[in-house]
């Protein structure tokens, strides 16, 4: 099955920051790849999500890139402010298994002022 | 739209007691998910419906963990004889097999709490 790893597993930046999240997948069918936010007690939100037929999406300060190649991908986040403060997960998931997705263990972002 | 509901939020049981979470997807959603998060970890996928057939199951979900969407819409989730381990957050998940995105949306999540 699919297997996800996520880096750092916790990232501290200064306002104003940039701050940069990594996972990287196993299986080569994946061809969806999501990233949600979490708060502490809160649901999982979807922030963006990219398909394996772009190489990058942007969406205002978030941005995640995707390499099918080397079968990794990453979510970057400009100018942090401290309600980006969260945990981050990174999934996968491909159309054969119906969209069931496989999360990364997650990254405790702290932004501080 | 009003998001996927889950109830209880939060159950604290005794172990050996049995619990049920019920799920209500986002209205005319056909696929629907469970997860179970421990904390510091991701979600990890129990089983998903589609319509009211049970598709797939996690070899994480033993024989004490049932799951039902018997009309197509609300979904159950039983955990018999609960265990200290069974502590989690279950997690509900909603998607449209319609849509193009066919973007998952998740629930606020159930507590569990075994004592």
């Known amino acids: 099955g699919e297997n996800v790893e996520q880096h750092p597993s916790t990232l501290s930046v200064q306002e104003g920051d940039s701050a940069v999240i990594k996972c990287t997948y196993s299986?080569?069918?994946?061809?969806?790849f999501p990233w949600y936010k979490q708060e502490l007690g809160k649901r999982p939100q979807l922030i963006i999500d990219?398909?394996?037929?772009?190489g990058e999406k942007k969406d205002q300060r978030i941005a995640v890139t995707l390499n099918k190649t080397a079968k990794h991908f990453s979510l970057h986040i400009t100018e942090t402010q401290p309600e980006d403060s969260a945990v981050y997960f990174c999934a996968a998931s491909g159309t054969g298994t119906a969209s069931k997705l496989t999360f990364g263990t997650g990254t405790r972002l702290q932004v501080t002022l | 739209d009003t998001g996927v509901s889950q109830d209880p939020r939060h159950k604290i049981t005794k172990r050996g007691q049995n619990v049920t979470f019920r799920c209500d997807p986002i209205s005319e959603h056909n696929r629907l998910y469970w997860y179970r998060q421990t904390l510091g970890q991701g979600p990890e996928f129990l089983t998903y419906?589609?319509?009211?057939?049970?598709?797939?199951k996690s070899r994480l979900l033993s024989d004490r963990f049932s799951a039902e969407r018997p009309k197509g819409s609300f979904s159950t989730l039983e955990i018999q004889r609960t265990e200290q381990g069974d502590s989690a957050m279950y997690l509900c998940?909603?998607?449209?097999?319609?849509?193009?995105?066919?973007?998952?949306?998740f629930g606020e999540g159930s507590w569990l709490t075994v004592v």
């Open positions: 990219i398909r394996s037929n772009v």
């Open positions: 419906f589609q319509n009211e057939a049970q598709l797939e």
């Open positions: 998940a909603s998607s449209d097999l319609q849509g193009a995105r066919n973007t998952i949306y």
């Open positions: 299986d080569s069918a994946s061809n969806y």
